[in-house]
């Protein structure tokens, strides 16, 4: 039972333009959500995280949204370039409104950002 | 400062046979933990250490053993390999938010 989808395994987006990637989840007890970037043969690095009881967090070009009522959120990179091109992880915690705690991630969205 | 360091980088077992993946950190962090990522899963946790001295199951931690040797070191045991654990794993430790090293592929032949 996947408890956090990226339901959009790839995503191509040109230079410049705005790139959307999402996240659902089903339990009703994580309260942190994070996303991670990964390129190819290295580790995730952290990009940007949202508690829930806030429902925006911008980050230079990144800003993370949050829907509880649809348990969805979404990173939103503005302007999009190729070095975003990578995969893209959404996680969630159970962390008492901190960022502790185990994460469970989704299955990840591949972004690529053309020149 | 290296961050969270894994060694071997890839290793390749026969299906039986025994191997320990290291991993270290430089953080003073407290919690570390061990992923394994697979095509279309993501990364889902094997096993994970709050502090020195515990280690508790994460959501697929059949077929692995762990040991906290001290503050810096967690290690992943391997006692008797199959191809189902064919994957990349990865050892991460926090402070606020989790630092991943680079990952070690395994290949279970």
């Known amino acids: 039972d996947q408890q956090v989808k990226q339901n959009s395994p790839s995503l191509s987006v040109q230079e410049g333009r705005i790139s959307i990637l999402n996240c659902d989840y089903t339990n009703s007890m994580f309260d942190y959500f994070l996303w991670y970037k990964k390129y190819p043969a290295e580790g995730p690095t952290f990009l940007i995280s949202i508690s829930s009881i806030k429902d925006k967090n911008e980050d230079g070009r990144f800003t993370v949204f949050l829907n509880k009522s649809a348990k969805h959120l979404s990173l939103h990179i503005v302007p999009s370039q190729p070095g975003d091109s990578a995969v893209y992880f959404c996680?969630?915690?159970?962390?008492?409104?901190?960022?502790?705690?185990?994460?469970?991630f989704g299955q990840g969205t591949i972004l690529t950002v053309h020149p | 400062n290296a961050g969270v360091t894994q060694t071997p980088k890839f290793q390749v077992l026969k299906t039986g046979q025994s191997m320990t993946l290291q991993c270290a950190q430089d953080?003073?962090?407290?919690?570390m933990y061990w992923y394994r990522q697979d095509p279309g899963m993501g990364l889902r946790l094997i096993y994970y250490?709050?502090?020195?001295?515990?280690?508790d199951k994460g959501e697929v931690p059949n077929g692995y053993n762990v040991s906290r040797l001290n503050k810096r070191e967690f290690s992943l045991r391997l006692e008797s390999a199959a191809p189902s654990q064919t994957s990349v794993y990865f050892c991460?430790?926090?402070?606020?938010?989790?630092?991943f090293g680079p990952g070690t592929r395994l290949l279970v032949l």
């Open positions: 996680a969630a915690s159970e962390g008492g409104g901190t960022s502790y705690g185990k994460l469970t």
């Open positions: 250490s709050a502090s020195e001295g515990t280690t």
């Open positions: 991460a430790s926090q402070r606020e938010t989790q630092y």
């Open positions: 953080m003073n962090h407290n919690s």
